[in-house]
């Protein structure tokens, strides 16, 4: 009866699914918005981690202050699912950047779900608006005998906006428009009409005119 326990609790550990992923997120052109690299592992220990972060065009990975080590970093672990002896190391590759968790002594992350990874995002100024997708690549999560998980790949969706905003002018709401060296184009507007193709503020905000 214990016997058969063990093996039925090994078959469910053997069954539980282990993977990475990463929550969708929304970000403006010219914002840093930092995310988590989350890690869920059900009944399994994991004690290494490698994937591949692919990020669509006009995003990117951008350094930021590790206070722990007092360095600039493109990713930390997160200090709440780390255990002791856990080291880290980013790297460019094709596309993306690797992620390696790897342990010396074989020590594990605590608890079963959460974010494992930190990293900041920074999108281009001239990031185009829409709906973008990126995606955890060549993922191998490895338990502590060795034992290797290679979930398949993780999309993640992102929603990209210019950070320009639309204004409404009428008779009832005129506006003062001014270039974005401040200098005055147009006092008591009612209307865009008949401006260059540009960008602009209006009412303290960034414009564009097509």
Known sequence: MILAAVCLLSAMNSMAQVTLSISDFSIKGGEEKAIEIELENPGVEITGVQCDLILPAGLSLTTFLNEDEDE?????????????????????????????????????????????IKV?????????????????????????????????????????????????????????????????????????EGLSKGVYIIDNKKVIVK
Request: net charge positive; aromatic share 6%; charged share 20%.
């Open 72 to 116: 600039n970093v493109l990713g930390e672990l997160i200090s709440n699912r780390k255990k002791g002896d856990l080291g880290l190391t980013v790297s460019e590759v094709s596309g993306g950047y690797r992620f390696i968790v790897f342990s010396m002594n074989n020590k594990t992350f605590k608890g079963t779900s959460g974010g494992i």
């Open 120 to 192: 900041v995002v920074k999108a281009a100024s001239t990031i185009s608006a829409g709906n973008l997708t990126g995606t955890l690549a060549d993922i191998v999560l490895t338990e502590p005998d060795q034992t290797q998980h290679k979930p398949a790949n993780f999309t993640f969706n992102i929603t990209a906006t210019t950070g320009i905003n639309e204004v409404e002018l009428s008779n009832d709401k005129p506006a003062t428009i001014y270039d974005l060296k401040g200098n005055t184009i147009r006092k008591n507007a009612t209307s865009t």
